[in-house]
Structure formats: C-alpha cells, structure tokens
C-alpha cells in the first residue's frame, strides 16, 4: 500500500465534523433508537454468553510495557470495628495494562501526523495524564450495547483457526453474511472470528502470538459501507499482523483509518468460540451485544466483559 492509497483511502473514510466539530463518539452515534430496539429484540431465546477472557496471570502478554494483570491483596480477614468483631472483609487491587486482556481501543489509542479523531491535536492533548480528547470516558457514557453480528470468518473457510497469515478481505464478510444469512445494518457491531483465541485458550501465549490472522485493511471501507458503529474479533489487534499486507508505509493501516479516521472502536481479545457453536447450531448469528468500557478519565482504552444475548 502505497502512502497515496493510503491518504486517498483515509480521505474517504474520514468522519471528522460528521457528528459535530466536539464530537468524540465517531461511529457510535450510528446506535440511534431504532438500533438499539432491534439489539433488544434480538433476545428471544434466554441464552447469555460471556466473549471475554480471563484477567489474571495467563494472559497473552510476554511483559515490558504490556504485561498481565497482578492481583493482590490489601486487606485480608480484616475487621471493620471491634465492636463486632465477627464482621470481617477482604480487599484487593489490581495493576494492570488497560491493553492486556479483552479491550475496547479508545479513538486516541493512535494516531499519525499530529492529529487524533475529529481532527483533535495530539501535541494539546496528549500528556502524561492522558488524551484530554478521544479518551475512553466519552465511549462509556452511556456506554456501548447495539446488534452484534457474529461473521465466522474461521467456519465458513471450514477450520477451527484460520492460518495464522490470513488476511480476512471485504469478500469474506460478504461470502459469511450470504452463508449466514444475515446482513449488517446500519449500528450494528460487526464480531469477525477468526479463531485464533482457541490457540491462546486452549494452547498457550506462544502459540496464540506466533501468528495473527484477522481483516485486512480495506474492510475499514467495508465498514464505513455498512455503517458500523464497531467492530471486535478474537484476535490480539483485530487486523491481520503480516507486514507483506501492510505496504511500505503505515503500521496497522486500519488502525489508523477505523480509530483516527472514522472514528470506529477497536474491540480485541474477544472470546467468539462458545457464541460460535451456538450460533452454528441454531442459525442466529445476530445478538444484543453489551460492552461498556470502564469510565476511566482520560484512558486510550478499556478492559471490558463483553456478554452476548440471544
Ligand atoms: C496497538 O498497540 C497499536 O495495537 P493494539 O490495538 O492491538 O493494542
């Protein structure tokens, strides 16, 4: 990809001042009333699924500036009073990477030539105290729920994990709506699995780090088509991690384009497989997806416990 394709596709792609010059929700605001009633009625059968996984100390980080969450205790077997001693309480905290496990990216998790979404200056607003723009407190209020639409990217090529190179086009998105039978609507949050968390949960670190399947860049034009509010999928950065699809300028192009460009959240490290054998199993393949992020001032992302609905 050449730095004109990648300007000219950029240029396409760009919400800025769509939803007003101070906006900072991008393409959430396409979750409007009618989304979030059609979300709602997508649960009919009483079924709940969890698409996080676990925070604690076997996650998929190797360390250095992303490690995996450190729990600790900071009151154990304590007593409020002495006055009723056989109250007693336990507390704990926790230090962690807001990268490290099940996430939602945060418009100021990237950036390229100074600016953030909507134009906003990252030399103004960014320091050590955070993004004072684009930070993850505007996409947590109120919040992040809408239709998902699980595409089985993994089923439909007929294995459990994709090869660990492949690069998922907009005609795989097309291929899996028309053998699922559903479409993307306009809100809706668009799940693609690959398959790849299975080597991190039912393998190890090693494993699910040694390669990365997931979309190419030009699904961000798919997206935009569509007027997805979201995409998330099981996979450590959502794109393909293969520098032959990169090109020769931009690292993790779409990135850049979804997050910085359009405005479009970034959900990673999704667990799909369970939702997935039950959606292969009852053909419903769309679900009432809620996934706040935390309410962190001025944080570039958020863990989050994504819970599926059918
Ligand atoms: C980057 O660090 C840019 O990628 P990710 O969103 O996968 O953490």
């Known amino acids: 990809m050449k730095s004109l394709d990648f300007d000219k596709m950029a240029e396409g792609l760009r919400n800025w001042g769509r939803w007003g010059p101070e906006d900072q929700r991008g393409t959430l605001n396409h979750i409007d009333p009618a989304a979030l009633c059609r979300a709602a009625a997508e649960v009919k059968q009483g079924k709940m699924f969890n698409l996080g996984i676990a925070f604690d100390e076997n996650g998929p980080q190797f360390g250095g500036f992303r490690f ?11 007593k409020h009073s002495e006055e009723f001693p056989r109250s007693r309480f336990n507390d704990d905290v926790i230090h962690m990477p807001l990268q490290c496990a099940t996430q939602w990216d945060a418009f100021s998790h ?14 103004e607003h960014l320091s050590l105290q955070g993004a004072t723009r684009c930070g993850v407190e505007h996409m947590a209020k109120p919040g992040i729920a809408s239709r998902g639409v699980l595409l089985d990217i993994a089923k439909l090529r007929g294995v459990d994990i994709l090869p660990g190179d492949y690069a998922i086009k907009p005609d795989d998105l097309n291929e899996a709506c028309e053998a ?17 968390i299975g080597n991190l949960t039912r393998g190890s670190r090693e494993q699910f780090m040694s390669g990365q399947p997931g979309c190419h860049h030009t699904c961000a034009e798919w997206l935009h088509d569509k007027s997805a509010a979201a995409i998330c999928a099981d996979n450590v950065a959502v794109e393909v991690m293969n520098a032959e699809t990169y090109g020769d300028e931009m690292f993790l192009p779409m990135h850049l384009l979804c997050l910085r ?14 939702l997935a054998a039950d959606c292969a199993a009852d053909g419903q393949y769309t679900f009432l997806l809620c996934a706040p992020p935390l309410n962190i001032t001025r944080a570039v992302g958020s863990p989050i416990n994504p819970i599926a609905m059918k």
């Open 68 to 78: 995996n969450p450190m729990k600790y205790m900071t009151a154990m077997d304590q």
């Open 110 to 123: 990237v950036h390229y030539d100074g600016q953030f979404y909507n134009g906003f200056s990252v030399h």
């Open 180 to 196: 699922q039978g559903v479409s993307v609507l306009p809100g809706d949050i668009v799940a693609v699995r690959t398959g790849q």
């Open 261 to 274: 460009d359009m405005g479009l959240p970034f959900g990673e490290l999704f667990d799909f497989d369970a």
